[in-house]
């Protein structure tokens, strides 16, 4: 199974970045995906989820800012961030649980770095 998490990077506050989680394509159809995030000297913390039917939520703090998707045509999910705040700085990764055994996979991280 194959998990990579690409496009962070440096930002000034109030601009946008992508990520993208690109997925093996036999898990992808089946997975549940989220989004997770870990502030520097922070816990790691749930940021968006993404149903395999396409539902989603999202923790309060990006709720109207983040938005999560994902192409089944590309085995991707990605995570639109807008309005980026410097408190949004973190290394974020993506996890999928594939459904119905329950596997759980993670990506690594990508460093996404929100200037004031």
């Known amino acids: 199974v194959q998990l990579q998490a690409s496009g962070g990077g440096l930002v000034q506050a109030g601009g946008s970045l992508r990520l993208s989680c690109d997925i093996s394509k036999r898990i992808f159809s089946t997975s549940v995906v989220r989004w997770f995030r870990q502030p520097p000297g922070k816990q790691r913390e749930w940021v968006a989820v993404?149903?395999?039917?396409?539902?989603?939520d999202y923790v309060d703090s990006v709720k109207g800012r983040f938005t999560i998707s994902r192409d089944n045509a590309k085995n991707t999910v990605y995570l639109q961030m807008n309005s980026l705040k410097p408190e949004d700085t973190a290394v974020y990764y993506c996890?999928?649980?594939?459904?119905?055994?329950?596997?759980?996979?993670w990506g690594q991280g990508t460093l996404v770095t929100v200037s004031s």
């Open positions: 993404i149903g395999t039917g396409g539902s989603t």
């Open positions: 996890s999928v649980r594939v459904i119905p055994d329950q596997s759980e996979y």
